[in-house]
């Protein structure tokens, strides 16, 4: 039995490495998508353009300002001369944020009354928005204790001491960088598989294939194991960039890491080979690779969390691999996971493996009869 399966990879192999389209989709787009989303796809804000209308010439504001503009968050585009100068500031994006101190800020300070500081933020892109109001309430946040210290005031009633466990930091390209391992590993691997079959339908050989004294069963993992040793070595890849080229510490367990890779390219050649069992051109079989890439990845958790979703499509999640190998990858860059903690995460991927294979087997069969 083995020795078929393999001549049948070997012949899978050489097909790949002989289609220069095949070559180009395994090798060209997987590296400009990590190089892309390593430095694209980040929610940390630099150099974010700021204006100010100051009316104060006493030394808080002074200070305040010096503080904001030595942040690396933040780039000053200029100082206003009058209040009717903001507006066409905000509207044209030349700033997307506008601080304005009242001429008694000092003062206030000085008197130990409120001292309003006045933000105004270009709020239609809200993300950003939110992010860049952080910022600068950790700064003022910052400056409104050690102004009390250094005047002998006493500090506020209620202080934040806020400790980051796993990134501390908070470097989003630390949260990002492990995500793209499973979304590019997925890509690859689905389309590998997905189009395996359809390939010999359109080429003419489906047939020949058929005459061969090979059972469907072999036909499979003939079809399939090419899928998880292309997957493997792309995810390893991928893995070294984040580490060596990213710096995303690698913390956890590689016996961790590595279960749960090939229990995902188990699901996802699964998935792949049921798509390849259904449709009869490549054609066909690109359009139902990318039919489920594109919800798998909204789904997975990789931009937005799942429990911000609504419970129904939560409950779709479910049947998600890439939900739960994300899962796996950032608690083991990050968290330093084991594999007993993960356990709830391997299960799961295993069943979706087990059944999506059962599932193209019958496919497969059906076509064959």
Known sequence: MWHRVIALMIKEFLALLKDKKGRMVLIGPPIIQLMVFGYGATFDLEKVPYA?????????ARELLQRIEGASAFHLVGYLQSESQIAPLIDKREAMMVLRLGRDFTRNLLLRRPAPLQVIIDGRNSNTALLTAGYLRTIVTRFNREWAE???YPPPPARLNIKAWFNPNLQSRWFVVPGIV???TLVVTLMVTALSVAREREAGTFDQLLVTPMRP?????GKGLPGIVIGFV???FIILVAVLWFNVPLRGNLTALYAGLFLFLFSAVGIGLMISSIAVTQQQGLLGGFLFLVPSIILSGFATPIANMPQLVQYLTLINPMRYFLIVLRSVFLQGGSPSLLWPQYWPMMLIGLVTLTLAGVLFRRRLY
Not at 52 to 60: K, L, Q, S, Y
Not at 217 to 221: D, M, S, W
Request: charged letters at 20%.
């Open 150 to 152: 250094s005047k002998g």
């Open 217 to 221: 069963v072999e036909i499979l993992l």
């Open 52 to 60: 100010v209308f100051n009316e104060d010439t006493g030394i808080a």
């Open 234 to 236: 792309e995810a390893n």
């Open 182 to 184: 499973g979304l590019l």
